[in-house]
């Protein structure tokens, strides 16, 4: 190989190194980023307010006089709106921080389809199938009949 080559080679070597060190830097950036965001959002009257953190970890639950008024029904609603929607807020923001470092990658779509489905309203648990116990024999199990 002659010196021109080695160097050339040298080059490409130095110029991909720089680009991983770039990628690694924004992706510690990115990272910290996540780290520190952060959902406040409170119910339309202000009576229920929750601060939500990435991977839908509930921070913080704050409930005013008025909120104690409600019925224990309206509360429980209130409080699972103001949760999903901050659930939503934080998966949008988790999305925008995530858009520099892997926006127009397969990876940006699967997160873009999670904050899709965040934002969906869940089906009353009413309205889901019940999980059924498998059916099991009386003989192969002494407390068989609790199966049934």
Known sequence: M???ELGAGQQRLD???R???DIQARAEETQAQLKALRAHVSSPDR???VTMAPGGRLEKLSLTPAAMRMSPDQLAAM???TVQNAHAAVAEQMQATMQPLIGGTSAMDFLREHVT???QPEEAEDQ???QQRPQRPDDDEPFG???R
């Open 2 to 4: 002659s010196s021109a």
């Open 15 to 17: 110029e991909y190194m």
């Open 19 to 21: 680009r991983v060190n």
């Open 47 to 49: 009576s229920v307010s």
């Open 79 to 81: 409080i699972t709106n």
């Open 117 to 119: 489905a965040a934002q």
């Open 128 to 130: 889901q199938p019940r």
């Open 145 to 147: 009949s609790i199966y």
